[in-house]
């Protein structure tokens, strides 16, 4: 028979040869990283049985559903272990997700570290066994009976709740049987390095209605190399986390007085005002116009604007002379407003307006993280007023600004097209139109994208930018919305060459995002040793000895006139520990003031990360620093 296989073409194939004996033919080394396959864009086992003239894809853990393959595989071979050495448990279910698995249980004993170690060697020896994966279908009532036998009620309940139509399959490896859709890897065999991580409670199929079951996390590899990186990674995190370094390093606070609203101390306004003034530069180059909008505005606004109806639950309110308000949790109706303001012509387009504007919104307690999860944030939104025939060039423009802004912060990035939502506003037909214009202009500058179904706003499809830090964690930051639903709510005209009224399009867009998370991004990805542009403290003075403490004060003013953030650290202790008390502030320049280096009128340079640049004149320095202030270099 024939198939099409994805990376080869058509190939020739024995008929009834499953998938992974077709694989082991064309590519014995994909077929040793196979974790499933797709069959007709379907991910299916590798035992699969392809048909005559049918499409097949292999995916390896480099894949997402590859990856998750794998990492529910081994949520069955952890589940197996677990069933081995507490037969009185109970299973949930055991899904995967990003880095790894859990399974919700519901065990007489209580899990505790020394318990995972002893599931992670009972695991070792489950996957030595090398257990096929196979799957069975099976009738409803054979099903049901299968599992009450085994006094699985969740399973039970789980199998009640499927459709009646739904094909009900286990999975079996050894004398382990679990409810499960699949797909799996071919044999425990392939689950080379894993570990368990922690222990949680878990409402069952989250409601505090229920039982609160035990969930074990565990993270899987295909190697012991990929594993221990994650695990290095894990252990950085913890060091770089924001929170931490936050509190470290004086840069903001949380109090009780305001659970979710970030305190910012003056060293974190220094950054935040770096951020901004870079922000407004940038924003200047590219031709936009700065306003601000009011915090508090009319019901009858957010009415109009579709707020009230599809985003009320993440909105405070307030009442003013006996009418209702709102506190905005976004800028878009406010800056809407300001082109509503005056009438327009169809030279003056786009008008491009950017806002820093505090916006609010309610979360949920759970749900705050230091200044990645927030109630009020500072969105670096602006909105772009344009004619039809301009859409393209616009979204270009913006997404060239992106590019160039997280390069400069030394970031990479993916782009992902989040395509109509179940509720949105508008026809069918406006959406592909806003849809097919995003996806055109990214392939005409040749930016990959993938398509995000379903996630768009609800007045409009975007454009997401997901940046990479430093350990390889993305973060959702950049976006550009576009919106055709909005001037026809607001009733935003524009005067064409007709001399009649025209409808803009819209887009909304932001590239940080929130100021206050991308700080908290920033400090992670840098550890809090930002570049010399942006650290709150550029250079620390210190003194060997009392004599040089004039002359520190008399370098500290020079470097202040020439536009240097500088502190002296003239306390009685010795050099080594002023040295390492900087180092511990990540302060990107140290200048160490002896009597040699005050009769010469310089200092000894010092660089974070690179140790002793040696004795320098002082107008060397500020200008070696001003250059590198003025490039904003990341080193």
């Keep these: 028979m024939r198939i099409e296989m994805k990376g080869y073409g058509a190939v020739e194939v024995a008929e009834g040869a499953p998938a992974i004996a077709i694989v082991k033919e064309i590519d014995k080394d994909l077929a040793k ?5 797709l069959i007709n864009g379907q991910a299916r086992d590798l035992s699969a049985l392809p048909q005559d003239g049918d499409t097949l894809e292999v995916l390896t853990f480099t894949d997402p559903a590859g990856a998750h393959t794998f990492h529910h595989s081994t949520a069955h071979i952890m589940a197996q272990a677990i069933q081995h050495l507490y037969p009185e448990t109970k299973f949930g279910i055991g899904p995967a997700i990003k880095d790894g698995f859990y399974y919700d ?8 570290e020394a318990d995972l170690a002893a599931i992670e060697k009972e695991m070792t020896r489950i996957v030595k066994q090398n257990l096929p994966f196979t799957r069975e279908e099976l009738p409803r009532e054979e099903a049901l009976a299968l599992f009450a036998a085994k006094g699985e009620n969740y399973k039970v309940e789980l199998i009640h709740d499927l459709p009646a139509d739904a094909t009900i399959s286990v999975y079996r490896q050894g004398d382990y049987l679990d409810l499960c859709a699949g797909p799996h890897l071919l044999s425990t065999a392939q689950v080379k390095a894993f570990k368990l991580m922690s222990v949680a409670g878990a409402y069952w199929r989250g409601s505090e209605k229920n039982k609160m079951l ?22 950085e995190a913890k060091k770089r986390d924001h929170r931490k370094l936050g509190a470290e390093l004086d840069l903001f606070t949380f109090m009780d007085e305001g659970p979710g609203f970030p305190f910012f101390l003056p060293k974190g306004m ?48 307030t009442r003013i002379d006996d009418e209702d308000y709102a506190i905005k949790p976004m800028n878009c109706p406010g800056g809407l407003l300001v082109y509503r303001s005056k009438p327009h012509s169809y030279r003056e387009l786009p008008i491009r307006c950017g806002e820093l504007g505090l916006v609010h919104r309610h979360e949920l307690s759970g749900a705050l993280h230091g200044l990645m999860r927030v109630r009020c944030f500072t969105q670096d939104d602006a909105h772009i007023f344009m004619t039809p025939e301009q859409i393209k060039d616009e979204i270009k423009g913006v997404a060239t600004m992106i590019d160039q802004c997280y390069k400069m912060f030394g970031f990479s990035y993916h782009v992902e097209l989040s395509t109509k939502p179940e509720k949105a506003m508008g026809s069918q037909d406006i959406w592909d139109v806003a849809e097919a214009s995003l996806a055109d202009a990214m392939k005409e500058m040749g930016m990959d994208f993938t398509i995000n179904p379903g996630d768009g706003a609800f007045y409009g499809p975007k454009l997401d930018f997901h940046l990479e830090d430093s350990l390889g964690r993305t973060w959702q930051c ?3 919305q576009l919106d055709f639903q909005m001037p026809e709510k607001f009733d935003l005209t524009y005067i064409g060459p007709d001399n009649q009224p025209h409808r803009p399009v819209m887009i909304h867009r932001v590239i940080f995002g929130s100021i206050e998370r991308f700080i908290g991004i ?15 403290v550029q250079v620390k003075i210190t003194t060997i000895t009392d004599r ?9 003013r020079k470097l202040k006139e020439a536009g240097i953030r500088v502190e002296v650290d003239d306390r009685n202790e010795k050099i080594g520990y002023k040295l390492r008390a900087a180092q511990a502030e990540k302060i990107p320049y140290m200048l160490v003031l002896g009597d ?7 200092a000894a340079l010092r660089k974070r990360g690179e140790g002793d640049l040696g004795f320098m004149a002082l107008d060397d320095i500020i200008h070696r620093l001003q250059d590198e202030i003025a490039t904003k270099t990341n080193a």
């Design 33 to 37: 990283k196979a974790c499933v396959v």
């Design 105 to 112: 249980v519901d065990s007489p004993h209580v899990f505790g």
């Design 596 to 602: 040699k280096e005050q009769e010469a009128q310089g």
């Design 478 to 480: 950049g976006t550009i």
């Design 548 to 556: 040089q403490n004039d002359y520190a004060y008399q370098v500290a």
């Design 214 to 235: 035990q969930r074990i996390y565990g993270v899987s590899f295909p190697s012991k190399e990929q594993l221990a990186d994650h695990l290095y990674k894990l252990e």
């Design 270 to 317: 220094i950054l935040r005002n770096q951020l901004e003034n870079y922000w407004r530069q940038m924003h200047e180059d590219w031709g936009y116009q700065e306003i601000k909008t009011p915090m508090i505005l009319n019901r009858s606004l957010w009415e109009r604007s579709g707020h009230w109806e599809h985003y009320q639950n993440n909105m405070y309110f």
């Design 522 to 536: 920033l400090t992670e990805h840098f550890a809090g040793a930002f570049p010399l542009w942006l650290a709150p």
